[in-house]
């Protein structure tokens, strides 16, 4: 959001040639003093924008320049917009869509307007499941990473009871429709999964943040980790060729086939564990055969003595416990 604001600032500035902080706090909804940090980091960034005090001062373009966003050409401004428009889901994101759109100089705005409307997303799967909804702490731990502000995060791992730290948070990042929290704790940068986190208190301390600290090359490394956990084993089989479709939905870019003969697909697939590929894996029946390693053929195994003594022998479920007359 904080880039949206940003442009949305240098915008205010050219269609009025000198603002005060107080504008555009009033013109984005914003307080003075974020109002003010904006302005100063468009300066920071190299914008040449600058202030004069006193009375009748405020903030200005050199040269008064008002039409040209600092070289943002026709086709530069469909792409922002392109970009921003099907992001747009919360009344926040729209409204500062239309005040972008309202502060274009007129030669850029009709390509624009087009642009936003684009594109959709839609926040379900095909099973109408949401995948895309804000967690509920997301605003809170937005505003934290845009001021810099320390929050004591209570958070529950995979199988973990609920716990409270303190963090700093850095950054947010979007996986596959999944939100995370880059922040950095008292054993390194972590990565937080949004839909775990359940409650954050701001603590009023300024964020620390170590040097050099980049949010996408730093996202990149905590993902390479991830990653690497998620693969960190191999199972090798056999496959009917008519698996082929079914294996690609199932494992996508996880499962490599090498060769081809008599009707079958020599197969590789990548997972966490031998144990996850072959839950995976069984309900393919026999037109998988997995040689290893020893784990996956053992827990098919044990899977196909459960379902046989499950459904093996015509009994009810009455029956099996023991309550039938």
Do not use: C
């Not at 984005?28 to 100063?40: F, G, P, Q, Y």
């Not at 642009?115 to 505003?143: K, N």
């Not at 716990?163 to 950095?184: C, F, I, M, N």
């Amino acid at each position: 959001m904080r880039a949206d604001r940003l442009v949305a600032t240098l915008l205010f500035l050219q269609t009025r040639g000198q603002v005060t902080a107080a504008e555009v706090a009033a013109e984005l909804e914003v307080s003075e003093r974020t109002a003010r940090r904006d302005l100063e980091a468009l300066a920071t960034a190299g914008v040449p924008v600058y202030s004069q005090r006193g009375r009748g001062g405020g903030w200005s373009l050199v040269g008064g320049a008002r039409t040209n966003l600092t070289g943002l050409t026709a086709d530069e401004a469909r792409t922002l917009f392109l970009l921003a428009g099907p992001s747009s889901t919360t009344p926040v994101s729209r409204a500062t869509l239309r005040k972008l759109v309202r502060a274009l100089p007129s030669t850029l705005r009709s390509g624009a307007e087009a642009a936003s409307r684009a594109g959709v997303i839609d926040g379900t799967d095909w099973s109408r499941s949401p995948v895309t909804a804000a967690a509920p702490h997301l605003e809170v731990l937005r505003r934290a990473v845009v001021e810099g502000i320390q929050v004591r995060l209570g958070y529950a791992g995979p199988e973990k009871p609920v716990s409270e730290r303190t963090v700093h948070p850095l950054g947010l990042a979007t996986k596959a429709g999944v939100e995370y929290l880059v922040a950095d704790t008292d054993h390194g940068l972590r990565t937080f999964r949004l839909s775990r986190v359940t409650s954050v208190a701001a603590t009023g301390d300024a964020v620390v943040r170590p040097d050099g600290f980049d949010l996408a090359t730093a996202w990149r490394s905590l993902a390479a980790r991830m990653e690497e956990r998620m693969l960190a084993a191999t199972v090798l089989g056999w496959a009917e060729r008519g698996t082929e479709p079914v294996l690609r939905r199932l494992f996508g870019g996880r499962l490599r086939i090498s060769t081809v003969a008599k009707g079958w697909m020599e197969i590789e697939i990548d997972g966490p564990s031998p144990e996850v590929v072959a839950a995976q894996l069984a309900g393919l029946g026999s037109r998988v055969e997995v040689r290893e390693p020893s784990a996956a053929r053992e827990r098919l195994a044990q899977l196909a003595a459960e379902l046989a003594a499950t459904y093996g022998a015509p009994t009810t479920v009455a029956e099996r416990s023991g309550d039938s007359a």
